[in-house]
């Protein structure tokens, strides 16, 4: 299973930004969650949200007013849009697959796309 | 959300010594506790899950403990390829929480 994130490299301030997630080697229809996770420049892991197949969405609270994801199974791909962004935003952003053991989901991403990254920036 | 602590923040040890972490959360997360390697420039990669268990393919020399709101990661004879920062995770909450990382060089 791979996992690649595509999309601009550069968004303007209060502008939307938009990432794609292509899956690989698995169809996502079939289960399994699927995140978004973010890093500022020199900085750590931040969580951003994450999508079940079926197209429920766990969201962070302090993005849920500014953050849609979809997922499209035709397309295998899941997508993040986060609206009226700053420079605050830019980072650099890992789509990723949530783990499960035995049947069971764990919360931990096992298999990541190597990131996009994005900066905000006029 | 539950804050998660590491430290320390950097250690530099000598190839073949043992190698401590330790997380600790802000409030009980039983064993939802994850750790990662991250190398720079690249992805996170998953060590441990659920507190104690090897992700497939790792080496048997990372280990984890604990559970509550303490944990300890361990790298039982540091490598030259183990160089990277080391991040703790919870997942007790609907929303995970990463703690600020480790980072890990050879003195």
């Known amino acids: 299973v791979q996992l690649q994130e595509s999309g601009p490299g550069l968004v303007k301030p209060s502008e939307t930004l938009s990432l794609t997630c292509t899956v690989s080697?698995?169809?996502?229809?079939?289960?399994?969650?699927w995140g978004w996770i973010r890093q500022p420049p020199g900085k750590g892991l931040e969580w951003v949200g994450s999508?079940?197949?079926?197209?429920?969405?766990y969201d962070k609270s302090s993005l849920k007013s500014r953050l849609t994801m979809s997922i499209d199974t035709s397309t295998n791909q899941f997508s993040l849009k986060l609206y009226s962004v700053t420079a605050a935003d830019t980072a650099v952003y890992f789509c990723?697959?949530?783990?499960?053991?035995?049947?069971?989901?764990?919360?931990?991403?096992?298999?990541w796309g190597q990131g996009k990254a994005v900066i905000v920036s006029s | 959300d539950i804050q998660m602590a590491q430290s320390p923040s950097s250690l530099s040890a000598s190839v073949g010594d043992r190698v401590t972490i330790t997380c600790q959360a802000s409030?009980?997360?039983?064993?939802?506790l994850n750790w990662y390697q991250q190398k720079p420039g690249k992805a996170p990669k998953l060590v441990i899950y659920?507190?104690?268990n090897l992700e497939t393919g790792v080496p048997s020399r990372f280990s984890g403990s604990g559970s509550g709101t303490d944990f300890t990661f361990t790298i039982t004879s540091l490598q030259p390829e183990d160089i990277a920062t080391y991040y703790c995770?919870?997942?007790?909450?609907?929303?995970?929480?990463f703690g600020p990382g480790t980072k890990v060089d050879i003195k």
């Open positions: 990723a697959r949530v783990a499960r053991y035995s049947g069971t989901y764990s919360g931990a991403f096992d298999i």
């Open positions: 080697g698995y169809s996502i229809g079939n289960g399994y969650y």
């Open positions: 999508i079940f197949h079926s197209g429920h969405t």
């Open positions: 409030q009980d997360i039983s064993n939802f």
């Open positions: 659920d507190a104690s």
């Open positions: 995770q919870q997942y007790d909450d609907p929303s995970p929480t």
